[in-house]
T-cell receptor, first 116, second 113 residues
Framework: GENVEQHPSTLSVQEGDSAVIKCTYS??????FPWYKQELGKGPQLIID?????GEKKDQRIAVTLNKTAKHFSLHITETQPEDSAVYFCAASIRDSGAGSYQLTFGKGTKLSVIP | DAGITQSPRHKVTETGTPVTLRCHQT?????MYWYRQDPGHGLRLIHY???????DKGEVSDGYSVSRSKTEDFLLTLESATSSQTSVYFC????????????FGPGTRLTVT
């Protein structure tokens, strides 16, 4: 099955600096890569995603890049703010052709702390 | 939380007792999922449903069963709870007609003593 590795496990940055979280995946058939933000005591919230036919996607201060050849993808947060502090999860997805659903395999998470 | 509720939000139970967690959605989405979240493991898929009465196993399905008798409800049952099933359980929904995205509920914290 799919295996997703995520680094680093913890990351501290000064407010205003950039943060980068990296993930690798093992199955070349994976074609959808979402990123989730999870605040304490809450469920994961989808913040950005990318499909395998796209190399980069940006949404305001957040961007995701995908390198299919190397099988890795990254989350970039610019101009970090204290409210960006949370645990971030990457995931990779393969479609179940029988059920038609997309099964997500998650990385183990990165705890981001933005220091004011 | 995208029209998803989970109940109960917290539960403490004893080893060997049956436990049922409920996920309810108001989005009329076709697909529903149950995940567990444990420190050091991220989120792992337990079971999922691709329609009423249509379910399949995920990565960590041993010791769990599910049922979906209505589009809006997906139940997760621990037939005989064990301490290793102490975890936070999340339900997610998706409607792949519109996209790949999965949206998560607020979670249920289960403690098995």
């Amino acid at each position: 099955g799919e295996n997703v590795e995520q680094h680093p496990s913890t990351l501290s940055v000064q407010e205003g600096d950039s943060a980068v979280i990296k993930c690798t995946y093992s199955d070349s058939a994976s074609n959808y890569f979402p990123w989730y933000k999870q605040e304490l005591g809450k469920g994961p919230q989808l913040i950005i995603d990318i499909r395998s036919n796209v190399g980069e996607k940006k949404d305001q201060r957040i961007a995701v890049t995908l390198n299919k050849t190397a099988k890795h993808f990254s989350l970039h947060i610019t101009e970090t703010q204290p409210e960006d502090s949370a645990v971030y999860f990457c995931a990779a997805s393969i479609r179940d052709s029988g059920a038609g659903s997309y099964q997500l395999t998650f990385g183990k998470g990165t705890k981001l702390s933005v220091i004011p | 939380d995208a029209g998803i509720t989970q109940s109960p939000r917290h539960k403490v139970t004893e080893t060997g007792t049956p436990v049922t967690l409920r996920c309810h959605q108001t989005e009329n989405h076709r697909y529903m999922y149950w995940y567990r979240q444990d420190p050091g493991h991220g989120l792992r898929l337990i079971h999922y449903s691709y329609g009423v009465k249509d379910t399949d196993k995920g990565e960590v399905s041993d010791g769990y069963s599910v049922s979906r008798s209505k589009t809006e409800d997906f139940l997760l049952t621990l037939e005989s709870a064990t301490s290793s099933q102490t975890s936070v359980y999340f339900c997610a929904i998706s409607d792949t007609t519109g996209g790949y995205e999965q949206y998560f509920g607020p979670g249920t914290r289960l403690t098995v003593t």
